[in-house]
């Protein structure tokens, strides 16, 4: 019997013995865990026990805390997370056979009200824990237990001899089962290197205390896979880290310590040494990549080789949560409530079998999905998703029978269609979710979660291991005949935690990845072992919250000696002393009843675990050992130490302690000049070492054949140039750029207001003088923001200037058509106003109800408030005017209000030299004055500006201009006499004189604007950057205003910039 520390051990063990040509018969690799399970279950299953696993630990710990309890947890605590530390220190507990009675009498001894309280509650819920365990479910301790009870009987072990491979980690049960297996056959360990200080409280140690002798390979039925003597520094690693320093140290490059940038770049320095030994002739197959960190570095490691195309095996090391099913199944448990973003997450990444939901006639387009479901604004609850997308279909289909056009048709008709097959993909999402919620019996649960299992997860390599996990569920009946759903799910969470991805099959030889327990007792020719970095590996060994490690002392001392608690509440152990100068303080031993217990691990004991584990690790290479270590924190630039075991490697590598400057001197790092060219991973690293070898050359060479690298050269050149171009907002070029003079003139035909076949808004024009890139972004390629639907609070600024002019427009028309101007204060005219508020308000979030309605209704609260407020100042200025027109288009295709003087055609505005630039606008609103003149008004909400900064704002204020210029077309005969901007929310106005816009200066910033637009000089302006959609596009505002002091010499740039100067 082979007694090995992984099952990868196990497997490649014999797979080695048979590539020798050796017949392998009559040799069983067993973890020590297999073998208790082959010797235990018969009579476990024979008494009745379930078998136990990853929740069971979890489910009972949460119930515990469900009910009374003595522990004193923050009301704010995950309970989750309590439960699974807690499972954690009952089971350790039950492993070291404490009986309860035992934890009750050290609880007792407790110096403070705090300790006696934690250590009773603690006390009392391992009572209740180790009461629903024992005799009713097979968990570890019982397990173990049973194994050594029953050895004498497991018969198939008759005449075996047993042989460990290499060191193994056993708690206290696990070593009683040793020590019977031990007293009963013939127990040898395979010997190898140990360092002095780790033999003693490390396997080996143990073993020879307790008849378990070692041998060398060559005595073994393992010789013929006897590794050779390591190279010098690599066995003096071996035999000495964690030893202090000593001795002359040993370079013969067997030992290579490595750093880089960040963890990447790490895999790839990592990787890079793999393939140099590959090219030496070393088969993939033995090389190993062992992870302390497997969470972090498992998927950079696959993906980089996967990429490579080099065979990597992923030994079971990630928990079944990172696998897709299981990530899947995951993911639609968080979309109760049906949230749009995580119900798009779902359908975008689980592996859903949409043919089968859909039917043939349907194609699902996620992508469609996601951007339809947040053009409606969908943000969750299933009456949301079906008013939305229902009134979507149903607006498409009207549209496309309106379009004449059948290709503009088709294409409504296949948003109308995305619109349903989503709907119907999220009402069954939602019948799903109904019918996981409630309570409900242990097997039921398990038949409904198979049943959606299969409903909306394809099949997938971690498929068959997450139905296990769902099968498992039907026998938590034991310990309770019915679950609520959340309990449910803290269940399966927390199976898909402890279980582990599962081993994808290879046919050929490949790279060993996988955690240092996934690949332990293997040697390979190769070992490298990443993320030595401090604070990742080992990382903070924190104490256990219940059980500090003077009272886990205390429950693991033997009996006879006896145990008190000190005033400050560490648990002392009372032994024979010498005199001392001081005695300690104690209170009077406390006698601790007799029961038979193992040792309970501390945070030091973890700590040699940590140990010894990354010796074995070290203890698996046979040729070359490669250790690294990340040296910068990749967020944050912050430079990172390595850690101190990569330190004592080191130390023991060259036989003397280490500083900081040592440790840089004997590190490496896989910089780009010590690369040769062959061993370039990818085409990027094998260009950049081509343009460093031969600069302005090889980067030609390289643009040549890639437009990628081509373009992304020439916007790097450009952008730090001290001239405008096509890369920082230029667009109409000039023959001098390289362009023909016929492409420039016909990009300025389309880009000029004045030739455009459509006339231009006032506010485009406000955009180009804000910034002239955002108006290319904006107005040119018209590009939108995409933006996360949330649910609503409060209105957005420019939903409340909307609903505000439409308030303001039918309450002021009503007030007209009915003769009731001017106004007067009366109830009645301040209940109508509110009326018209609440259906305006109540029309907006029509198609998307407000979840938060008590916030809501203050919004609204808030916003009939300041309409009222509008209304009182009204009445102040009833004698200034009487309001007339409301909403008056020029230029506008579509029919304006019923009774309202419009233009039909544009405004025209002559800039000369035959040039005539044509504006389109709504005027919001036009007084008129006791005396027949005419007052016109532009409403404005938000924040009023500190100054007015000129009449026009350098082009930023063009609306109450062309509006002037557009009531003298409407009303040819009575002139406007005054004009202002109208901040609502200050009740502040700001005026303009009429006569201004006939001045020649408006004309010449017109003209100015329109002639930059028409040569397509769209400027970046920094200043604009606060509150601008596309700063994702741009870059950080720095960098920008940088760029743009660089390029101010531009005459290009000058002529822009002193428009926005034009007070």
């Known amino acids: 019997m082979l007694l090995v520390p992984s099952r990868a051990a196990g497997v490649e063990i014999p797979r080695r013995l048979a590539s020798c040509g050796r017949a392998v018969t009559g040799i069983y690799p067993l973890t020590l865990a297999d073998l208790a399970r082959a010797v235990a279950e018969p009579a476990l299953l024979g008494r009745g026990l379930q078998a136990w696993d990853g929740g069971h630990g979890a489910l009972i710990a949460t119930r515990l805390l469900e009910g009374p309890h003595g522990l004193k947890l923050a009301p704010d605590v995950s309970t989750a997370r309590v439960a699974q530390a807690l499972a954690r220190t009952l089971s350790e507990l039950r492993g070291a056979a404490v009986d309860p009675a035992r934890l009750e009498a050290v609880a007792a001894g407790g110096a403070t009200p705090e300790d006696r309280d934690r250590l009773h509650g603690l006390a009392d819920l391992y009572r209740r824990y180790h009461e629903r365990v024992e005799g009713r479910l097979a968990d570890h301790a019982t397990l173990f237990r049973a194994a050594r009870e029953h050895l004498a009987q497991a018969r198939w072990l008759d005449g075996a001899s047993v042989l460990v491979a290499d060191d193994l980690e056993p708690d206290a049960v696990e070593r009683e089962l040793l020590r019977a297996l031990a007293a009963r056959f013939e127990v040898r360990l395979v010997a190898r290197s140990r360092p002095a200080s780790l033999r003693a409280s490390g396997f080996a140690g143990w073993g020879a205390r307790h008849g378990i002798a070692e041998v060398a390979w060559s005595d073994t039925e393992l010789a013929p896979l006897a590794p050779p003597s390591p190279p010098r520094a690599l066995a003096r690693v071996q035999a000495r880290v964690f030893d202090p320093p000593e001795g002359g140290g040993e370079r013969d490059g067997s030992v290579l310590l490595l750093t880089a940038p960040g963890e990447t770049a790490e895999v790839r320095a990592i990787v890079r040494v793999l393939l140099r030994e590959a090219a030496r002739g070393v088969p993939f197959e033995d090389m190993a990549v062992v992870l302390p960190r497997p969470r972090e570095y498992a998927p950079l490691f696959t993906d980089l080789l996967g990429r490579l195309g080099v065979p990597c095996r992923l030994h079971p090391s990630l928990p079944l949560r990172f696998g897709r099913t299981a990530r899947s199944l995951l993911l639609l448990f968080r979309c109760r409530g049906l949230p749009r973003a995580e119900v ?98 242990w097997p039921e649960w398990s038949a409904r979660l198979r049943v959606v299992l299969d409903q909306w997860i394809a099949p997938e390599r971690d498929r068959a291991a997450v139905a296990d996990v769902i099968a498992d569920l039907a026998g938590l009946s034991v310990l309770a005949p019915r679950a609520p759903w959340p309990e449910v799910e803290r269940v399966l969470e927390a199976r898909f935690e402890w279980e582990r991805l599962p081993l994808d099959p290879l046919a050929t030889g490949a790279v060993h990845v996988g955690a ?141 302690s280490l500083g900081t400057a040592d440790l840089a001197a004997l590190v490496s790092e896989d910089g780009p000049d010590d690369t040769p060219l062959e061993l370039a991973l990818d085409r990027s690293e094998r260009d950049r070492w081509r343009v460093r070898a031969r600069g302005e050359e090889a980067a030609t060479a390289i643009a040549a054949g890639s437009a990628f690298f081509r373009q992304s050269r020439l916007s790097a050149r450009a952008r730090w140039s001290s001239r405008l171009t096509a890369y920082d907002g230029l667009v109409a070029f000039s023959p001098r750029d390289g362009v023909t003079a016929e492409l420039a003139a016909e990009v300025s035909r389309r880009l000029d207001p004045v030739t455009a076949p459509w006339p231009i808004s006032a506010s485009r024009l406000a955009v180009f003088s804000r910034c002239g890139f955002q108006y290319l972004l904006e107005c040119v390629l018209r590009l939108e923001a995409v933006e996360e639907p949330e649910e609503r609070r409060r209105m957005d600024p420019l939903e409340r200037g909307s609903v505000f002019h439409e308030v303001a427009e039918l309450f002021l028309r009503e007030r007209r058509d009915r003769g009731e101007l001017p106004l007067r204060d009366t109830p009645e005219m301040r209940r109508r106003l509110d009326e018209l508020a609440d259906e305006r308000l109540d029309a907006l979030v029509a198609k998307s109800p407000p979840r938060f309605t008590t916030l809501w209704e203050k919004e609204r609260t808030r916003f009939k408030a300041g309409m009222r407020d509008w209304l009182r100042r009204e009445l102040d200025g009833v004698a200034r005017g009487t309001p007339a027109h409301f909403e008056l288009q020029f230029g506008v295709s579509h029919e304006g209000p019923p009774g309202e003087p419009h233009l039909t055609e544009p405004l025209a505005i002559e800039l000369g030299d035959g040039r005539t630039l044509r504006v389109s606008g709504k005027i919001d609103r036009i007084d008129r004055r006791p005396d027949g003149t005419l007052v016109l008004r532009d409403y404005k909400t938000g924040r009023a500006p500190r100054d007015d900064g000129g009449i026009f704002r350098g082009g930023r204020q063009l609306q109450i201009p062309f509006y002037i210029l557009a009531a003298a077309r409407i009303f040819p005969d009575t002139p406007v006499v005054e004009a202002f901007l109208d901040y609502v929310d200050g009740g502040r106005q700001v005026a303009l004189d009429p006569a201004a816009v006939r001045a020649e200066p408006f004309r010449a910033l017109l003209r100015g604007l329109v002639d930059a637009i028409a040569r397509g000089h769209f400027v970046q302006e920094p200043a604009a950057c606060e509150w601008c959609d596309f700063k994702l596009v741009c870059g950080p505002q720095p960098l920008l205003a940088r760029r743009r002091q660089i390029k101010l010499n531009d005459d290009r740039v000058r002529q822009v910039l002193r428009l926005r100067d034009v007070p």
Request: aromatic share 6%; net charge negative; proline share 8%.
């Open 344 to 441: 798009m997450e779902l359908l975008t990444f689980a592996p859903i079998p949409f043919a089968e939901m859909l039917g043939e006639d349907d194609v699902a387009r996620p992508a469609q999905w996601d951007a339809l479901s947040r053009e409606v604004g969908i943000v969750s609850g299933l009456e949301r998703w079906i008013l939305g997308l229902r009134g979507q279909a149903e607006s498409e289909r009207d549209q496309a029978a309106a379009e004449a056009e059948p290709d503009r048709r088709e294409r409504r008709l296949r948003r109308a269609r995305d619109a349903e097959a989503l709907l119907r993909v999220v009402e069954l999402l939602s019948g799903t979710l109904d019918a996981l919620g409630g309570e409900a019996s």
């Open 516 to 656: 240092m327990d996934a690949l332990a007792g293997l040697p390979f020719r190769i070992v490298a072992i990443p993320g030595l970095v401090e604070g990742g590996y080992p990382g903070v060994l924190r104490p256990d919250p219940f059980l500090l490690d003077p009272e886990r002392q205390a429950l693991s001392v033997p009996v006879s000696v006896s145990v008190s608690v000190s005033v400050s509440g560490s648990v002392l152990i009372s032994r024979p002393r010498q005199l001392s100068l001081f005695d300690d303080d104690a209170r009077p031993a406390t006698p601790v009843p007799a029961a038979e217990g193992g040792p309970l691990p501390t945070a030091q004991d973890r700590l040699l675990t940590e140990r010894r584990a990354f010796q074995r690790a070290i203890g698996q290479a046979t040729e070359r050992l490669v250790l690294s270590y990340p040296r910068a924190d990749p967020r944050t630039g912050r430079e990172r130490m390595p850690s101190l075991f990569f330190v004592a490697a080191a130390a023991a590598r060259e036989g003397r």
